[in-house]
């Protein structure tokens, strides 16, 4: 029986128990979870998460209508050697018995790694877990405060983001009041990006990515740009503009951004590796919620493409250096749907 206190979860992941076979990780914050779970694989599997023979992913809905998935892939062995994972997502008790029958099967060699919402004492799954004997519950719930601000460093640190210098430290603490998980960790990858070439974060990057300029937020206007969706632009600019944002700020984000598809690019041109090899060697590293998007543009934009998209937000930062009578926000926003227009999958969009 292993029901692991919440102030204990977190550690745990770092090194689950060998004993335990399958994880029921649980709690109200969805993203959260999400973080927790991808912890837990890169433990068990190191830098093998990408091999599809020792990773596999079910959803709840799936085992749900067919038990016999979820059997299959905890017995399956890894093609070439090494413990497997499967990650079973969205949970309900309706997969409870599913669950249950797959650990009565489990003698090692695999880990079950399976995530719900909000569990209340009752839930036949939360009971299975937390009654089996090869098994363990851990619950997650919302951080806040100095919780947050430490878990928010931790993010920063795991990102490859430089040092927080005091002022920044005491500017973060403001900037953080309220919000939950999923906003803090889209927040440090904007900072994380914007402060990438510097020796420390400061105060003034915080305040250049965070809120408001967050509420619009700096990576749906650049998705936008990468994503090949000029109408979305302006209606995106209007909402920073009208927050107060720093547009120029954005623009920086958004010529780190190509630098980094550039980058992974070159890796591949020069060492002969696919998208998965070349994002892994990316410091920071891409944010989790964006591997498949970025993966996805690595391969769809030509490198010429991109070369062509730096060319022109250089001489955009440029001009906006230059004190051009012509208004920042006209510059900005005729550039970005000039990049947008000739992204890949464009056409039809404009």
């Not at 596999?56 to 892939?73: C, S, T, W, Y």
């Not at 497997?84 to 029958?101: F, H, K, P, Y």
């Not at 510097?198 to 650049?222: K, S």
């Not at 009208?242 to 070159?266: E, K, T």
């Amino acid at each position: 029986m292993a029901k692991i206190a919440a102030g204990r979860a977190r550690g745990y992941l770092k090194n689950p128990d060998k004993a335990h076979y399958a994880l029921l990780l649980y709690g109200p914050d969805a993203t959260q979870i999400a973080a927790r779970r991808d912890e837990a694989v890169r433990a068990l599997l190191g830098g093998a998460t990408d091999d599809p023979f020792r990773f596999a992913r079910l959803e709840g809905d799936q085992v749900r209508r067919d038990a016999a998935l979820l059997a299959d892939e905890v017995g399956a062995l890894s093609f070439g050697g090494g413990d497997r994972v499967i990650a079973l997502n969205n949970a309900t008790d309706g997969t409870t018995a599913a669950i249950a029958a797959a650990l009565e099967g489990m003698t090692g060699g695999a880990t079950l790694i399976v995530t719900a919402g909000q569990l209340a004492a009752s839930s036949k799954l939360r009971k299975l877990f937390e009654g089996a004997g090869n098994a363990a519950a851990l619950p997650f719930y919302p951080v806040e405060g100095a919780a947050l601000e430490a878990e928010f460093s931790a993010i920063l640190g795991e990102l490859g983001a430089p040092p927080v210098g005091p002022d920044a430290r005491a500017a973060l603490s403001g900037v953080l009041a309220g919000f939950q998980f999923g906003e803090a960790e889209r927040f440090a990858e904007t900072l994380a990006l914007y402060v990438m070439d510097e020796d420390a974060v400061t105060a003034e990057a915080v305040l250049a990515c965070a809120p408001p300029a967050a509420e619009a937020d700096f990576d749906t206007a650049i998705q936008a740009v990468v994503g090949g969706k000029p109408r979305a632009i302006p209606s995106l600019i209007d909402r920073l503009d009208a927050q107060g944002a720093s547009l120029p700020g954005m623009i920086r984000v958004l010529a780190l951004y190509f630098q980094r598809l550039h980058r992974a690019q070159a890796l591949m041109d020069e060492e002969g590796l696919d998208a998965g090899g070349a994002m892994g060697k990316l410091r920071p590293p891409i944010f989790w919620k964006l591997r498949d998007t970025f993966s996805s543009q690595l391969r769809a934009w030509p490198r010429r493409a991109v070369e062509d998209a730096l060319a022109q937000i250089g001489a955009l930062e440029a001009d906006l250096r230059s004190g051009r009578t012509l208004p920042d926000r006209a510059m900005i926003e005729r550039v970005l749907m000039r990049i947008a227009m000739t992204a890949p999958g464009a056409r039809g969009r404009r």
